[in-house]
C-alpha cells in the first residue's frame, strides 16, 4: 500500500492512504543500515499490520524537497509570514525565498495581522517586484485573505515559517479550524520544560499543511560556490552580461548592471544590500569548508 507519514513518535508512525485510512508502522532495520529515518512529509509504500499488530514502511519514495530543522519532507509551498509586529525580519524572508528556489518550492508571502495595518503587504510587493514572490495578505484574527490564501495553496503540501510572533499558530489554527495551542508559554507549560516539539502534518478539509515548531535558525550553509549565490535572485537575472566585469558578484564592483539598477530605483536598494549580507556569510562558509 501507499500513503503518505503524517506523524512519528519514537519508532512508530502514522500513515495515511489516500483514501483517508490510517495505518500505525514501524520503520524496517533496513532504513538504519542506510542512514535513513522515514520524516513526516515521506510518501511511503507499506505492509499494513493485522489485528493489533503494525505494520511495516517498505520504502520511502524519493523526496522532492527535505527541510532539516523542522525535520519534514515533501514540501511544496512555503507560506514565509511576516506581520506588521514583530517588525519583519527580511534578512529571513530573503534566506527563506533562497532556500525555496534551491529545492524548487513554490513561495508565498504571507501577510498576517493585515488587521492592524494594511499598509505592508503592499509595500512588500514593492520591496519584492521581480522577485517572483507572491503576496498574499490575511489576517488570522478577522479571516480576512483566508480563503485567498486557502485557494492559493491548493492541495499542495504546505508549511509555515518565520518569525516567532507573526502569527503561525493562530494562522494554522484558523486555516485548519483545528484548536492549537497559541503562543509559546502555553506551549511550553502544556508540554513541560525538554519535550521537544515534532512535526506533524495535518490533513483538513483539502488543504495538507505541516504543524511544526518553526524555521529556527537558517544557516545558508551547504550552499555551492558563493557565486552561485546571485541566481537565487530572480530580479538579477536581466542583468547578466550587463555588468563590466564577468561574471560579477553584484557587490560593489565598478561598471555593475544590478547596482546600477538599485542606485536608479528600479530594484529594491534593500533586497541588494541583504545579499550583500548574505554573500559575506556564504563566503565565509565557503571558505571555511575544509576547517
Ligand atoms: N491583531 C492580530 N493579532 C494576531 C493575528 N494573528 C495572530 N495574532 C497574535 O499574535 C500573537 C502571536 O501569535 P502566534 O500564533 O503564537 O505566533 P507564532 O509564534 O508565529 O506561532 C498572538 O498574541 C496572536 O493572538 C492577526 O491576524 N491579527
Ligand atoms: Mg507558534
Ligand atoms: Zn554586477
Redesign the pocket.
Known sequence: MEGILVRGIGSFYTAVTETGEAFTLRAKKKFRHQRLTPMVGDRVRFTPGSGEEEGWVEEILPRRSVFVRPPVANVETLLI?V?P?PQPDLLLVDRLLVECRRQGLRSLLVV?????DGALAEQLRREYRGAEAEVLP?????GAGLEALRAAVGGSLCC?A?????????????LTGIDLE???ISRRIARGKNTTRRAELILSGGLRIFDTA?FSLLALSGLEEPENLRLYWPEFAGHEGSCRFQPCLHNREPGCSVQAAAAAGTLSPARLERYRQLLAEVREAWDARYD
Not at 498576517?112 to 492592524?116: A, E, I, S, T
Not at 518565520?162 to 484558523?174: H, I, Y
Open positions: 509570514t506581520a509586529v498576517n495581522k493585515c488587521d492592524l490575511v489576517s488570522a484574527r478577522t509555515l518565520g518569525q516567532s510572533g507573526v502569527g503561525k499558530s493562530t494562522l494554522l489554527g484558523a497559541t503562543g509559546e518553526g
